[in-house]
């Protein structure tokens, strides 16, 4: 079984930065990937990107080098930073992992609220 729980959402004004993590616990060895999605108000949950094990990303297109997802093994963390914050991307963010190839789980979701 793996887990994982997000923070440091909040609220920021529009042109700031937040880091977002996605700790995991439990059968962290077996995790294949992990994906950022995010879920606006009245709106579908869409990816934001992956990483995998090996260390490739992959991003949406929407994303354009305002976000970048790293990862520090040492602490079964993965992070989202975002940069240059709209409005637009007030949301929950979700992380999600496959591991063990077809088992998955979500976290618990962090809210980013953007004012303008």
């Known amino acids: 079984q793996v887990q994982l729980v997000e923070s440091g959402g909040g609220l920021v004004q529009a042109g700031g930065s937040l880091r977002l993590s996605c700790a995991a616990s439990?059968?962290?060895?077996?995790?294949?990937?992990i994906g950022w999605y995010r879920q606006a108000p009245g709106q579908q949950r869409e990816l934001v990107g992956t990483?995998?094990?090996?260390?490739?990303?992959n991003y949406a297109d929407f994303v354009k080098g305002r976000f970048t997802i790293s990862r520090d093994n040492a602490k079964n963390t993965v992070y989202l930073q975002i940069n240059t914050l709209k409005p637009e991307d007030t949301a929950v963010y979700y992380c999600?992992?496959?591991?063990?190839?077809?088992?998955?789980?979500w976290g618990q979701g962090t809210l980013v609220t953007v004012s303008s």
């Open positions: 999600h992992a496959v591991y063990n190839r077809y088992r998955e789980v």
């Open positions: 439990g059968s962290t060895f077996t995790i294949n990937a």
């Open positions: 990483i995998t094990s090996g260390g490739s990303t």
